[in-house]
């Protein structure tokens, strides 16, 4: 079986205070939504380019060039939109754009999944009704 590649797509506002840890340590623990990845999955993020989504257009054909360089297969890619898109937290409310960035790396080829890392807060104040829930 060949090598499978994540991607994290994460809210670029949202990386204006967050690092990206979580989700990467999650990838590299194999908990939550990255559990079942075999080893030698190779594992990258970038953020969505800013609102309103446009430039997710640019980066994914610039990581599908990168891609055909090295003949790694785009079937062999999954593409996970973050939690910081899908959902509320206590950076900002999801994404407005959520679906019109999924829809054009849909269009692109790419396999796309809702969520990362998630927030145990966060998931709580869910849970409660306090934030809204998963979109
Ligand atoms: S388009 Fe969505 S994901 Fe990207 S910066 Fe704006 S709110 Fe965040
Ligand atoms: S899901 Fe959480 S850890 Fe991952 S990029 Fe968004 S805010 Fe950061």
């Known amino acids: 079986m060949a090598n499978l590649l994540v991607v994290v797509i994460q809210c670029d506002d949202v990386t204006k205070r967050c690092s990206g840890f ?6 590299y623990e194999r908990t939550g939504a990255f559990a079942d990845y075999p080893d030698g999955t190779r594992y990258m993020s970038m953020t969505c380019g800013g609102c309103c989504g446009n430039f997710i257009t640019a980066k994914i054909e610039h990581l599908t060039k990168k891609l055909e360089q090295i003949n790694f297969a785009k079937q062999d890619v999954i593409v996970h939109l973050a939690s910081c898109i899908c959902s509320e937290n ?33 998931q709580t104040k869910r849970d409660a009704g306090i934030y809204k829930s998963w979109q």
């Open 90 to 122: 206590s950076h900002r409310q999801p994404c407005p754009f959520m679906n019109r960035i999924k829809n054009t790396l849909t269009r692109k080829g790419y396999e796309v999944k809702l969520g990362s890392h998630i927030s145990k807060k966060a």
């Open 22 to 27: 979580a989700c990467m340590n999650d990838f």
